[in-house]
C-alpha cells in the first residue's frame, strides 16, 4: 500500500485531455515539491515533471503538473498512443523517505 | 549526458546478501546524492537510500538495518548491499541520480536500466 494514492488506471482517446490525481497528506504533497515519473513497459521511470510543474528538456508541453495542498495532479493534453504508459508521483516525506504513489496506468484508446 | 550503468547477481538464495554496483558517465559524483530504488509488483517503488560523494547516507527506515551504500570517487561508482534477503526482497532494482545537496527533494534523473534480483528459498 503505497503513501501517495492515485488511480490504478485512466484512459483517453487520441487528441483528449486526461488527468492524473496523486493524494498525500501534510507530511508529504503538503510540505515538498512533487514529481511526476513516466514509465514504458519494459523500461526504467524517467524524469515527467519536477518541482510541482517544471518540465525537464525534451519534455513536451503537453505535460503538465500542478499542486494544491496535499494533492498533485498530472494533465496531459493532446493524448497521443506513445503516452501509453504508467505514471508515478513521488515526492519527500517527513519519515526522512521518498514516498511514490502506487501508478497510473494509462490506455490511449 | 549522463549514463549509469548497473550490475550484480541477479539470483540469490534466501539469507544472502545482495550486493549491486551502479557506475556513473558523464558526470562527477561530488554535485548530487546517488540513490538506488526497487520495484516489484507487491510493493511499487520503494526508496532504498542515498549517498553522497563525501560517503553521507540516508536509508529508509524500513530497510535500514539491513542496508549499506558505498561510493568510490576514484571509480566513480557507489554500490548497494542489502543483508540477510528474503523473497520480499525480490524486485527490479534501479540506481539513480539524484538531489543536490541543498534541498531534500525526490529527484530521481536518470535512472539506471534496473537489475532483476530474483530471491529463492
Known amino acids: 500500500q503505497s503513501v501517495l494514492t492515485q488511480p490504478p488506471s485512466a484512459s483517453g482517446t487520441p487528441g483528449q485531455r486526461v488527468t492524473i490525481s496523486c493524494s498525500g497528506s501534510s507530511s508529504n504533497i503538503g510540505g515538498n515539491y512533487v514529481f511526476w515519473y513516466q514509465q514504458v513497459p519494459g523500461a526504467a521511470p524517467k524524469l515527467l515533471i519536477y518541482?510541482?510543474?517544471r518540465r525537464p528538456s525534451g519534455v513536451p508541453d503537453r505535460f503538465s503538473g500542478s499542486k494544491s495542498g496535499t494533492s498533485a495532479s498530472l494533465a496531459i493534453s493532446g493524448l497521443r498512443s506513445e503516452d501509453e504508459a504508467d505514471y508515478y508521483c513521488?515526492?519527500?516525506?517527513?519519515?526522512?523517505?521518498?514516498?511514490f504513489g502506487g501508478g497510473t496506468k494509462l490506455t490511449v484508446l | 549526458q549522463v549514463v549509469l550503468q548497473q550490475w550484480g547477481a541477479g539470483l540469490l538464495k534466501s539469507s544472502e546478501t545482495l550486493s549491486l554496483t551502479c557506475a556513473v558517465q558523464?558526470?562527477?559524483?561530488?554535485?548530487?546524492?546517488w540513490t538506488w530504488i526497487r520495484q516489484s509488483p507487491g510493493r511499487g517503488l520503494e526508496w532504498i537510500g542515498e549517498i553522497s560523494h563525501r560517503g553521507d547516507t540516508d536509508y529508509n527506515p524500513s530497510l535500514k538495518s539491513r542496508v549499506t551504500m558505498s561510493i568510490d570517487t576514484s571509480e566513480n561508482q557507489f554500490s548497494l548491499r542489502l543483508t540477510s534477503v528474503t523473497a520480499a526482497d525480490t524486485a527490479i532494482y534501479y540506481c539513480a541520480r539524484g538531489r543536490a545537496p541543498v534541498v531534500v527533494t525526490a529527484v530521481f534523473n536518470p535512472w539506471g536500466p534496473g537489475t532483476l534480483v530474483t530471491v529463492s528459498s
Open positions: 558523464g558526470e562527477s559524483l561530488t554535485d548530487y546524492y
Open positions: 518541482s510541482n510543474d
Open positions: 513521488a515526492t519527500w516525506d517527513d519519515s526522512l523517505r521518498a514516498v
